[in-house]
């Protein structure tokens, strides 16, 4: 079983920017591809974007190229979400999730085995 936390969310106002991260107290990060997801009020899990284990693919949606992006410090046992140019329609509870399995990672979230509880991000003025 792998634990994840996720920290850094919090209230924005529009053109902002966070920076989310990702660890697992007491695992080794590394092996692992992460994934960032994202589930808003009333509607489904979205996936953002991930990193492959060694950090040296990425797969990103269509919603989330341009503005974020992930990336891994596996010194620091850390991925991280970079946030820009933050949009109300960016409000979630976003989730880091972990997949033990394959070299390449993607959005589909059947290929993640552990999840974390999450971090409320909030755009407003």
């Known amino acids: 079983q792998v634990r994840l936390v996720e920290s850094g969310g919090g209230l924005v106002q529009p053109g902002g920017s966070l920076r989310l991260s990702c660890t697992a107290p007491?695992?080794?990060?590394?092996?692992?591809?992460i994934g960032w997801f994202r589930q808003a009020p009333g509607k489904g899990r979205e996936g953002l974007n991930c990193i492959n284990k060694v950090g040296t693919t990425t797969w990103y949606a269509d919603s989330a190229r341009g503005r974020f992006t992930i990336s891994r410090d596996n010194a620091k046992n850390t991925v991280y979400l970079q946030m820009d140019n933050l949009k109300p329609e960016d409000t979630a509870l976003y989730y880091c999730a972990a997949d033990p399995r394959n070299y390449y990672c993607s959005g589909d979230m059947k290929n993640y085995d552990y999840w974390g509880q999450g971090t409320q991000v909030t755009v407003s003025s």
């Open positions: 007491g695992r080794m990060l590394d092996a692992y591809g």
